[in-house]
């Protein structure tokens, strides 16, 4: 368990599936993530086999204080050379949206990646009009490093994707800054 002050990281299990696939067949989640095809459980389920074996990459599930299961955060293409991972979240119990739940699971995550695997650098990608991610990204100190022009055609056009990254220097100067923010 990785604790968080109004959410925890637990190892995501079998039993999960089913919610994971309810998740990724929401049109209103999908919009926000790479994904477009409809998702079969006998894909998830292969997911989960290969999460299982992954050395690059592990998911975490975001618990409320209540374990209300919410979404899942992860790193993923660990880098262990340059200490280097990529972050995906994703809420997926939609009425938790834009109540601290993702921000407060990012920085548990973040603090256990810079304070415990001793990684060094944490990147993202995400959409140009997904401001509330932009915004949360940017409250637990991602700073902005690079646009991808039109590299997502969604809804009839193309839209830009934002390359956001944070250091471990950055991130412990800036936590006493975004745990203010959170409480
Ligand atoms: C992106 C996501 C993880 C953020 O988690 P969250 O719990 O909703 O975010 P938080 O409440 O911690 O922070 C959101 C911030 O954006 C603000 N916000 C909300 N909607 C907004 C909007 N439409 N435009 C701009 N800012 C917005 C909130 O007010 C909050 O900022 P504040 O604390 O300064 O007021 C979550 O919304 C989610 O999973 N969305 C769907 C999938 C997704 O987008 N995944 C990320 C793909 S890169």
Known sequence: MIPGQKTRLRAIEREDIPTFVRWLNDPEVRHYLKIYLPMSKAEEEEWFETQMEDDSGRVFGI???ESVLIGNVGLSDLDWK???????IVIAEKEYWGRGY????IVALLRFAFGEMNLHRIHLSVFDFNQRAIRCYEK???????RAREALFRDGRYHDALQLA????????????AGEALD
């Open 63 to 65: 618990e409320t204080e």
């Open 82 to 88: 340059n200490r280097s991972a990529f972050l995906g």
């Open 102 to 105: 993702g921000s407060d699971a």
């Open 140 to 146: 637990c100190g991602f700073r902005h490093e690079g």
């Open 166 to 177: 944070v250091l471990r220097r950055e991130f412990f100067d800036n936590e006493v800054t």
